[in-house]
Each structure stands twice: as C-alpha cells, then as structure tokens.
Nanobody, 119 residues
Framework: QVQLVESGGGLAQPGGSLRLSCAASGRTFSSYAMGWFRQAPGKEREFVVARSISTTYYADFVKGRFTISRDNAKNTVYLQMNSLKPEDTAVYYC??????????????WGQGTQVTVSS
C-alpha cells in the first residue's frame, strides 16, 4: 500500500506561481513513476505531467509553465506551476505507478489539493 499526501494548494493570482508537493510512503519510491492530474468543476480528470525514471511527459497546455521534479531522499514529488491562468483552477491529484512506467491508470492516488487562480 502506498499513501500519497498532497500539499501546497491555495489561491494564486493570474500570472502567479504555486508549488505543490506530494509525499509518498513506500521504500522503493525512487523506482516509481510519479505524476499529477487535475479535475476542474464539471470536467473529467485530465493528465498534467508525469515523470518516469527516464522520461517526462507534459500535457500541451502546461508546457513551458509547469515543471515536475522529485527528491527521492524525501520520497517527494513537486509540481512547480508558473504563469498561472484562471483555467488552471482545479483539484490537483498526485499519482504513482509502481512499475515505473507511465500509463493510463495510476496505481495510487492522493486525496487532491485545490488550486484556485483568480484576481
């Protein structure tokens, strides 16, 4: 069983920045692929970014604005979000793939953290 706990959400102004964190349990965190999804009100959950051991995947709508990183010593993955737009408003979910391979269905999900972009 892997537990994922997100933090760092909140309110940001358009053009502003936020950094989300996701702390994971598990002794082999460094072998997991980790990523982020989001779900806006009335919309389906959508892929944002994921990082396997060798490759990083970004949704087109966040390229150049969002960056995923990880600290294996802290079992934590981060999502740095810059140049935020109102349409980035959503609940952001951390996801883990234990195989290390990113595919459609993640093995574990966090509880989500709200990000609101508004002036």
């Amino acid at each position: 069983q892997v537990q994922l706990v997100e933090s760092g959400g909140g309110l940001a102004q358009p053009g502003g920045s936020l950094r989300l964190s996701c702390a994971a349990s598990g002794r082999t965190f460094s072998s997991y692929a980790m990523g982020w999804f989001r779900q806006a009100p009335g919309k389906e959950r959508e892929f944002v970014v994921a990082r396997s051991i060798s490759t990083t995947y970004y949704a087109d709508f966040v390229k150049g604005r969002f960056t995923i990183s990880r600290d294996n010593a802290k079992n934590t993955v981060y999502l740095q979000m810059n140049s935020l737009k109102p349409e980035d408003t959503a609940v952001y979910y951390c996801a883990a793939w234990l195989s290390g391979v990113v595919h459609t269905n993640a093995d574990y999900w966090g509880q989500g953290t709200q990000v609101t972009v508004s002036s």
